[in-house]
């Protein structure tokens, strides 16, 4: 095989039954415009160091513009033969540079440093987009936030009814922690800003290449300080994929909550028919098809997760070729999301929220008794007694089937010398929410501003 990076201390060429198990270019091909970058940038220390004058400098970038046009095009393409991206596009660029200027650029560098180093370029460049993207999804929950100001809804816990909350405050319980994962996205990019480039196959360079140089030019902030960590680390894919798994399990949360939501049982929203599907067989259906990707999708992004962690444990330092199983899971981590975050987004955004029915259901399930005892508790009465009292009521109206604000003044005074008339006050859910006025409470006027520290962050992230 003329294109092979490797050979000479072979007898034979390699089996097909290995080169078929060896060969990655159906994924890493995805690579080929960061690769012929990073050749540039290489090319570039080898003039620096004198290891290319200046017409073969030049001849060499030249010769990589035809090849980076060539791929762009479609007119160059990994060969069958072709062990990866890497062995791919030094065969393009012989074929368009000759064998003595285009087999010159391999000095210094290893496919380890190349590989760590492109991984780390294409994963800086889609953790962009992923972040465009979950900020779609956030953008979505603070505009149907903000389109229901004082809407109320039973807030839930165990799934049973629980306090009444405001539609806005839920909504935003779901935009905070993918705020989160946008920062976590932000934060990993700062350590994914070293670039392996120049540690070699794991001891560095003896050539007099600078890091420093290709580390800037590939738009890093700094080279990598260990050259075998260089190589042979993949904590920065890991933690990628981390986040990538957190944003699926934060968007399954939501999805879960929305197949519930669009049940008859709930009826709490209507799915816009652009992001629902039907039924082949059953001509009423309106099903919740996004909302279940998205929830079965997170599992996908956790076996991602998953699959790479075992795949790094237990390996020694420094480059083994079980790495290259590092790249498949976390494209398609990336691939996953890119997909997916459009759909949710959109899903979102349009939701049409019954908030009459919300509104009704937000004080049932005796959800107020939480407001009885605290009003106790503020006449003074201690709360373990306050508690008791408060189940008191909701024993009686359970026994004969009324709801807490059914009791009459005598059955109050019956209950406790404590619960006076004025225990009204709290019995609605206006006055259960008004009341909820610390911060981080779901108060109205809390919410407000919480609202605006979400737009806020969002104008900013
Ligand atoms: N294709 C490999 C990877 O993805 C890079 C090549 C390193 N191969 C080697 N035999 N050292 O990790």
């Given at each position: 095989?003329?294109?092979?990076?490797?050979?000479?201390?072979?007898?034979?060429?390699?089996?097909?039954?290995?080169?078929?198990?060896?060969k990655?270019?159906?994924?890493?091909?995805?690579?080929?415009?960061?690769?012929?970058?990073?050749?540039?940038?290489?090319a570039?220390?080898?003039?620096?160091?004198?290891?290319?004058?200046?017409?073969?400098?030049?001849?060499?970038?030249?010769?990589?513009?035809?090849?980076?046009?060539?791929?762009?095009?479609?007119?160059?393409?990994?060969?069958?033969?072709?062990?990866?991206?890497?062995?791919?596009?030094?065969?393009?660029?012989?074929?368009?540079?000759?064998?003595?200027?285009?087999?010159?650029?391999?000095?210094?560098?290893?496919?380890?440093?190349?590989?760590?180093?492109?991984?780390?370029?294409?994963?800086?460049?889609?953790?962009?987009?992923?972040?465009?993207?979950?900020?779609?999804?956030?953008?979505?929950l603070?505009?149907?936030?903000?389109?229901?100001?004082?809407a109320?809804?039973?807030?839930?816990?165990?799934?049973?009814?629980?306090q009444?909350?405001?539609?806005?405050?839920?909504?935003?319980?779901?935009a905070?922690?993918?705020?989160?994962?946008?920062?976590?996205?932000?934060?990993?990019?700062?350590?994914?800003?070293?670039?392996?480039?120049?540690?070699?196959?794991l001891?560095?360079?003896?050539?007099?290449?600078?890091?420093?140089a290709?580390?800037?030019?590939?738009?890093?902030?700094?080279?990598?300080?260990?050259?075998?960590?260089?190589?042979?680390?993949?904590?920065?894919?890991?933690?990628?994929?981390?986040?990538?798994a957190?944003?699926?399990?934060?968007?399954?949360?939501?999805?879960?909550?929305v197949?519930?939501?669009?049940?008859?049982?709930?009826?709490?929203?209507?799915?816009?028919?652009?992001?629902?599907t039907?039924?082949?067989?059953?001509?009423?259906?309106?099903?919740?098809?996004?909302?279940?990707?998205?929830?079965?999708?997170?599992?996908?992004?956790?076996?991602?997760?998953?699959?790479?962690?075992?795949?790094?444990?237990?390996?020694?330092?420094?480059?083994?070729?079980?790495?290259?199983e590092?790249k498949?899971?976390?494209?398609?981590?990336?691939?996953?999301l890119?997909?997916?975050?459009?759909?949710?987004?959109?899903?979102?955004?349009?939701?049409?929220?019954?908030?009459?029915?919300?509104?009704?259901l937000?004080?049932?399930?005796?959800?107020?008794?939480?407001?009885?005892?605290?009003?106790?508790?503020?006449?003074?009465?201690?709360?373990?007694?306050?508690h008791?009292?408060?189940?008191?009521c909701?024993?009686?109206?359970?026994?004969r089937?009324?709801?807490l604000?059914?009791?009459?003044?005598?059955?109050?005074?019956?209950?406790?010398?404590?619960?006076?008339?004025g225990?009204?006050?709290?019995?609605?859910?206006?006055?259960?929410?008004?009341?909820?006025?610390?911060?981080?409470?779901?108060?109205?006027?809390?919410?407000?501003?919480?609202?605006?520290?979400?737009?806020?962050?969002?104008?900013?992230?």
């Open positions: 095989n003329a294109g092979a990076l490797w050979g000479g201390r072979f007898a034979g060429g390699p089996a097909d039954a290995l080169a078929a198990l060896s990655s270019t159906h994924f890493d091909w995805r690579l080929a415009r960061h690769d012929i970058e990073g050749s540039r940038a290489h570039r220390v080898l003039g620096a160091a004198g290891l290319l004058d200046d017409e073969q400098l030049a001849g060499m970038l030249a010769a990589l513009d035809v090849l980076d046009a060539d791929v762009e095009a479609g007119r160059f393409g990994p060969a069958p033969d072709d062990e990866d991206v890497h062995a791919a596009l030094e065969r393009g660029l012989i074929e368009r540079a000759g064998t003595e200027l285009g087999g010159r650029l391999r000095a210094g560098r290893s496919r380890n440093d190349q590989i760590a180093t492109l991984v780390r370029m294409y994963l800086r460049e889609h953790a962009r987009l992923v972040a465009a993207g979950v900020l779609d999804v956030v953008d979505a603070v505009a149907q936030a903000a389109a229901h100001p004082g109320a809804m039973p807030g839930r816990t165990h799934l049973q009814h629980a009444p909350v405001l539609l806005a405050h839920h909504l935003l319980a779901h905070w922690p993918l705020l989160r994962d946008v920062a976590r996205l932000q934060d990993w990019d700062a350590r994914a800003a070293a670039s392996p480039y120049g540690s070699g196959a001891a560095g360079t003896s050539l007099g290449l600078d890091p420093a290709v580390a800037r030019d590939l738009g890093f902030e700094r080279p990598v300080e260990n050259s075998i960590d260089g190589t042979a680390a993949r904590d920065v894919v890991a933690e990628f994929s981390f986040v990538a957190m944003i699926g399990v934060d968007l399954s949360r939501l999805a879960e909550e197949v519930l939501w669009a049940t008859k049982e709930f009826s709490f929203v209507t799915l816009d028919d652009a992001y629902s039907g039924s082949s067989i059953m001509p009423q259906k309106k099903n919740p098809d996004v909302a279940e990707l998205a929830r079965g999708k997170a599992g996908r992004l956790i076996g991602d997760l998953t699959g790479l962690l075992a795949t790094l444990k237990g390996l020694p330092l420094a480059y083994n070729r079980d790495l290259q590092d498949e899971p976390v494209f398609d981590a990336v691939d996953t890119e997909v997916l975050l459009p759909a949710v987004a959109g899903m979102v955004a349009t939701l049409q929220f019954h908030t009459d029915r919300l509104a009704a937000a004080p049932q399930g005796f959800a107020l008794a939480t407001d009885v005892a605290e009003w106790l508790v503020r006449q003074g009465v201690p709360f373990r007694v306050a008791e009292v408060a189940g008191a909701v024993r009686e109206c359970e026994e089937g009324i709801e604000w059914d009791l009459a003044d005598d059955d109050l005074a019956a209950i406790s010398e404590h619960l006076t008339p225990v009204r006050s709290v019995l609605s859910v206006e006055g259960s929410l008004a009341s909820r006025d610390a911060v981080g409470g779901t108060a109205p006027s809390r919410v407000g501003e919480q609202l605006a520290l979400a737009e806020q962050t969002l104008a900013e992230a």
